[in-house]
């Protein structure tokens, strides 16, 4: 088996010249292996630490909140808001499987630049079904996170017996789209 490696001037091109960077697997997360860099030996130190090939690394941005777009076929089917995250790595993680927790956002409620943002994002790369990742700094500025291809709402589904008959419908709806095709 051959770990992969990374290059000095990849993690250089990957962090830029930000102060602070934060770095990520782009496959398979859950958090897991998110860290926040400050210098190229950090990022090496940090990527050097497992069998991952591939990774993705953003300016540090402070995190005041987060809120998750579930889109099915160019609609927001849901949303919700995660609050208290777990601090990991001296960040703030909202990942509702690290112990985060999330409240029900009606659709109808979310400013309708960020439900465009979040379209536009999953037209962007193409999908029909994801999770777009909202994430707002102090001044309120949003930015995509990230999106998901891959998504569990078993979190979201045991806040509340709403919550989960939204997510059970979300899955039936999910279920007859595949059957249409």
Partial sequence: VVKPTISTEHIQELIGNHKSSVIKPTCGSRGKLVARVNTVDDALSHTGNGDVSSWAASPYVNIIREIRLIVLNNTIYLAYEKYH?????????????LGAS???QEVSNIDPDIKALALRSMKAIGLKMGAVDIVFDEQNNAYVLEINNGFSLEHYA????????????????VLREILRD
């Fill in 85 to 97: 995250p777990q601090i990991i790595n001296n960040l703030k993680m909202y990942n509702l499987c």
């Fill in 158 to 173: 045991l806040i509340s017996d709403t919550t989960r008959t939204t997510v059970v419908n979300f899955y039936l709806d």
């Fill in 102 to 104: 999330a409240r029900q």
